[in-house]
C-alpha cells in the first residue's frame, strides 16, 4: 500500500466580509497507481474510464488545451458529469459504478488523466 497526499488551498481577499483561508489536506491509502496518461479527444465522446478495468479510486483530470473545453460525460445516460474549461482540473472519489466519457467542445484538445486506486 502506498500514500497519496491531496491537499486543496483556496485564498482570497474582498470574496467576503472576511478574508479567505482555507486548506484541507488528505492522506489517501493507494493500492496502486493504474495509470497516467494523456488522451487525444474530439467532438464525439469517448471512453475515458471504464467501470469494469477498475476498483473504486480517486481520479486526476487536466484540460491541457489553452482554448477549447471539455465535458465529462456518464456514459449509460449521457449526462454531464463535469464540464471542464480551457486549462482546468479536478481531483475526485470514483465509485466505478459507471463509465466515464470526453466530449470536446470542438478540435483535438488533450485530457491529462492519473486513476489512483483504493
Known amino acids: 500500500?502506498?500514500?497519496l497526499t491531496s491537499q486543496l488551498t483556496l485564498t482570497g481577499t474582498d470574496l467576503t466580509s472576511d478574508v479567505l483561508n482555507l486548506t484541507v489536506t488528505k492522506a489517501l491509502t493507494i493500492s496502486k497507481a493504474?495509470?497516467?496518461k494523456r488522451i487525444t479527444t474530439s467532438d464525439t465522446a469517448s471512453a475515458i474510464l471504464t467501470a469494469s478495468s477498475y476498483t473504486k479510486a480517486w481520479?486526476?483530470?487536466k484540460n491541457i488545451d489553452d482554448t477549447i473545453a471539455m465535458t465529462?460525460?456518464?456514459?449509460?445516460?449521457g449526462d454531464e458529469f463535469m464540464a471542464l474549461g480551457a486549462e482546468e482540473f479536478a481531483f475526485f472519489p470514483w465509485s466505478t459504478a459507471v463509465d466515464l466519457m470526453v466530449d470536446a467542445a470542438s478540435g483535438s484538445p488533450v485530457l491529462e488523466?492519473?486513476?489512483f486506486e483504493v
Open 59 to 61: 481520479v486526476y483530470v
Open 72 to 77: 465529462l460525460v456518464k456514459a449509460e445516460s
Open 34 to 36: 493504474v495509470e497516467i
Open 1 to 3: 500500500m502506498a500514500t
Open 113 to 115: 488523466v492519473a486513476i
